[in-house]
């Protein structure tokens, strides 16, 4: 089990990036959150496999096809509780 905070900065908001990155760790079968920040960032939390946690860790560091990933700051965590589901934070 594994727990990753991320935090994407570029164009990743306006562009559907919490969106695609919900379907992205559904398919992957992690749970956490994804959440756009005050100052133009996004934050997800992915937790689960570590193989698929490093999965969605690549994948944001594209995003969906109308982003623009400028820089990408992960730090592990410890894994908490099992989490439910991913949900998109507002």
Not at 14 to 23: A, M
Not at 29 to 55: M, Y
Not at 81 to 89: M, R, S, Y
């Amino acid at each position: 089990m594994a727990r990753a905070r991320l935090v994407v900065q570029g164009r990743v908001q306006g562009v559907n990036f919490r969106y695609h990155t919900r379907v992205k760790a559904l398919a992957l079968g992690l749970t956490g959150t994804v959440r756009n920040c005050s100052d133009g960032s996004v934050e997800a939390v992915f937790q689960g496999d570590r193989r698929a946690v490093e999965k969605a860790i690549a994948w944001c560091r594209r995003g969906p096809r109308s982003a623009r990933v400028r820089d990408l700051q992960v730090a592990w965590e410890e894994p908490e509780q099992p989490l439910a589901g991913f949900e998109i934070l507002r």
